[in-house]
């Protein structure tokens, strides 16, 4: 069965720390995303990797980071977190030339509170 | 750019109705248009999408959407809502396969016995 793990479902962190939310996919998929989740707004796109050691910025990568290494792995990095970034962080990934017109496969999300 | 709307962040049936949902895009050049289904504690998961093959796009679970391009819209519909619809529903637009996808607000549908 294809799989978008994150490797945390819930984190509380004290405002300030660093933070790391990792994703790790099992599809050989190119492309991965990381999207903030929040009740009102939707899902808002933070940054976005077509592979390995690339990233694009998406609509609000203010306050974030990222890494991708290895294909299968994209990790969402808080330099420093701040009370507003407290928020459901969903992964997901897809092929490549199916960014726009394919399936993306998600995660299951990572609540994270920052106090 | 592109963009979509949700009409309504909630919605309210019974079980045994129809389930409509509404969702209008707008976008400079011809769309690819999505629906996701989000259920409790969970990801996101895809229900359908339009890729200007058919206007009428069926899914799973008995979900479908038409595509309308003179009123810009692709509301998703099902003829009889189950209790195990309840969930929260995204509409999406990108406007090529390079492109990333832009997620409406989102509709909770919430189904009463």
């Known amino acids: 069965d294809v799989k978008v793990t994150q490797s945390s479902r819930y984190l509380v962190k004290r405002t300030g720390e660093k933070v790391f939310l990792e994703c790790v996919q099992d599809m050989d998929h190119e492309n991965m995303f990381w999207y903030r989740q929040d009740p009102g707004l939707g899902l808002r796109l933070i940054y976005f990797?077509?592979?390995?050691?690339?990233?694009e910025k998406g609509d609000i990568p203010e306050g974030y980071s990222v890494s991708r290494e290895k294909k299968e792995r994209f990790s969402l990095i808080l330099e420093s977190a701040s009370t507003n970034q407290t928020s459901m962080y969903l992964c997901?990934?897809?092929?490549?030339?199916?960014?726009?017109?394919?399936?993306?496969?998600f995660g299951e999300g990572s609540r994270l509170t920052v106090l | 750019a592109q963009s979509v709307t949700q009409l309504g962040s909630h919605v309210s049936v019974s079980e045994g109705a129809l389930v409509l949902l509404r969702c209008n895009y707008s976008?400079?050049?011809?769309?690819?248009l999505f629906w996701y289904v989000q259920y409790p504690n969970q990801g996101l998961q895809l229900l359908l999408k339009y890729t200007s093959a058919a206007t009428l796009v069926k899914g799973i679970n008995g979900f479908e959407a038409e595509f309308k391009k003179s009123e810009t819209s692709f509301h998703l519909t099902k003829p009889s809502a189950h209790m195990s619809d309840a969930a929260e529903y995204f509409c999406?637009?990108?406007?090529?396969?390079?492109?990333?996808?832009?997620f409406g607000k989102g509709t909770m549908l919430l189904v009463s016995p």
């Open positions: 997901a990934s897809s092929l490549w030339e199916s960014a726009g017109t394919g399936e993306l496969f």
């Open positions: 999406a637009v990108s406007f090529s396969g390079y492109s990333t996808l832009t």
């Open positions: 976008s400079s050049v011809p769309p690819y």
């Open positions: 990797s077509y592979d390995v050691k690339m990233k």
